[in-house]
């Protein structure tokens, strides 16, 4: 089993930024990919970002060139930097870890982020 624990959200004004973490703990020597996720009212969780302990970082065209997505293997922890923030940005961010193997995706409790024009 993996805990995945996000903190860092909040209300920031368009424009701006927030950096969130997520911790992973249990089984972490199981964990591949690790991510970000979101979903915003009334609408279907989307993918953001994610990394793989080597090092290969995918984004969402949404948040090419103003997201950056960092991990530290060595707290195992993943960080998801957003700058340039926009209300479009507004939803609950998940933190989200896939396992080696068996693939089984863990997700965090979630943190919200709201973005005031």
């Known amino acids: 089993q993996v805990q995945l624990v996000e903190s860092g959200g909040g209300l920031v004004q368009a424009g701006g930024s927030l950096r969130l973490s997520c911790a992973a703990s249990g089984s972490i020597r199981s964990l591949n990919t690790m991510g970000w996720y979101r979903r915003a009212p009334g609408k279907q969780r989307e993918f953001v970002a994610s990394a793989t302990p080597g090092g290969t970082i995918n984004y969402a065209d949404s948040v090419k060139g103003r997201f950056i997505i960092s991990r530290d293997n060595a707290k195992n922890t993943v960080y998801l930097q957003m700058n340039s923030l926009k209300p479009e940005d507004t939803a609950v961010y998940y933190c989200?870890?896939?396992?080696?193997?068996?693939?089984?995706?863990?997700w965090g409790q979630g943190t919200l982020v709201t973005v005031s024009s």
């Open positions: 989200s870890g896939t396992t080696y193997v068996t693939m089984n995706t863990y």
